[in-house]
């Protein structure tokens, strides 16, 4: 079955760190390059990274460039966000989705993180 | 960046016809063929819709399309169904490998 599936989620304190993942199966990881969205509770989607095929390129919005460093590990299928320095305004379902394109073509059932004291 | 400007909230009868509207710049959704919309289900994954502006995966209905005209994108539903009852969201390229979504339309089915 073509999924992806994240996982690392949970509750953490102002200026903590956690890392994600996101497991793919079903297709061949390496030839798809992957993004990281994510959506605030009651709020609407946002892109917030993507990183191409071979892990060359990565790009960050501006709401955590400097703090969230994505990578991945084509050996394992595997997808990773590091998230540092996080605030209260980061808390979100995290999704990996797979890039088409232009577009997000697959998209895992994300991953809660809150940040709060 | 901004978000892409989507109406809040749209409603239908069964077997309407809608279209739900995506207002961006010539910077996105004015710039580039690659617009997107996605339909999410409460507590769910959002689902790809439409890609390419116009194209539909394998598997989405053609009661789905997609258009667009100059900075404004449109999602069409025909023959409106209670599953279609979902939050929308639709998606522009912006270059340099970043991406904007809008804020989101709430679709009831009356």
């Known amino acids: 079955e073509v999924q992806l599936v994240e996982s690392g989620g949970g509750l953490l304190q102002p200026g903590g760190s956690l890392r994600l993942s996101c497991a793919a199966s079903?297709?061949?990881?390496?030839?798809?390059?992957m993004k990281w969205v994510r959506q605030a509770p009651g709020k609407g989607l946002e892109w917030i990274s993507y990183?191409?095929?071979?892990?060359?390129?990565?790009y960050y919005a501006d709401s955590v460039k400097g703090r969230f460093t994505i990578s991945r590990d084509n050996a394992k299928n595997s997808l990773y966000l590091q998230m540092d320095g996080l605030r209260a305004e980061d808390t979100a379902v995290y999704y990996c989705?797979?890039?088409?394109?232009?577009?997000?073509?697959?998209w895992g059932q994300g991953t809660l993180v809150t940040v709060s004291s | 960046q901004s978000a892409l400007t989507q109406p809040r909230s749209v409603s239908g009868s069964p077997g309407q016809s809608l279209t739900i509207s995506c207002t961006g710049t010539?910077?996105?959704?004015?710039?580039?063929?690659?617009v997107s919309w996605y339909q999410q289900h409460p507590g769910k994954a959002p689902k790809l819709m439409i890609y390419?502006?116009?194209r539909r995966p394998s598997g989405v209905p053609d009661r789905f399309s997609g258009s667009k005209s100059g900075n404004t994108a449109s999602l069409t539903i025909s023959g409106l169904q209670a599953d279609d009852e979902a939050a929308y969201y639709c998606?522009?390229?912006?270059?340099?490998?970043?991406?904007?979504f809008g804020g989101g339309t709430k679709l009831t089915v009356l």
């Open positions: 989705a797979r890039a088409d394109t232009g577009s997000f073509d697959l």
């Open positions: 079903g297709f061949t990881f390496s030839t798809y390059s």
């Open positions: 990183i191409s095929t071979t892990g060359s390129t990565m």
């Open positions: 010539s910077s996105d959704v004015g710039g580039y063929k690659y």
């Open positions: 390419d502006v116009n």
């Open positions: 998606c522009s390229y912006v270059g340099s490998y970043f991406w904007v």
